[in-house]
């Protein structure tokens, strides 16, 4: 399998400490309840809760959307739920990537229905020509080309996770 670097820890480093400063603005005055969805966005919600500068709790949710490889198949299910109850918090659900948006959507319906005070998304990466569902991203940190990616949390058959990059696979 051929890897190529397409986003460089540097740049990587960079973008989410803006993401960090922007949201801090954003949310100004409030405490930031972070819902990582695992386990491809860990690498990241570990960075930008770090590059955040207003108070933050953090739960995590898990997710399988039956994918084996480099497709999904479209059917999400929740794996593991969170600890603790959303009722008045404000909610930034953290994912690694937005494809075709299944995944997104079925959790913010699912989050929303627990009547948080707000709810928001973040994805670090986004491939927009990918989308076949409606789903807001609030933030997003790069937009890419519909290529499939590993590093920085996520994976191909578990691996690569490790990665301190983001690099295409062929
Ligand atoms: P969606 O439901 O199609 O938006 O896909 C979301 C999930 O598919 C993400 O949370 C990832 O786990 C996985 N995924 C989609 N594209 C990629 C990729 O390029 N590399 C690794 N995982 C991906
Ligand atoms: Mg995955």
Redesign the pocket.
Known sequence: MGLEVLIPEEKIAARVKELGKQISRDYQGKTIHLVC?LK?AYTFLADLARAIEIPVTLDFLAVS?Y?KG?S?SGA?QLTKDLDTSLEGADVLIV??????????RYLYNMLKARHPSSLKVIALLS?PS?RTVDVPVDYVGFEIAD????GYG???DQKYRNLPYIAAVD
């Open positions: 969805v491809g959307s994918n480099t999904t999400v994912e690694d990537i937005a494809d075709t948006g299944l995944t997104l491939k990918r290529r499939f990616v590993v996520l994976d191909v």
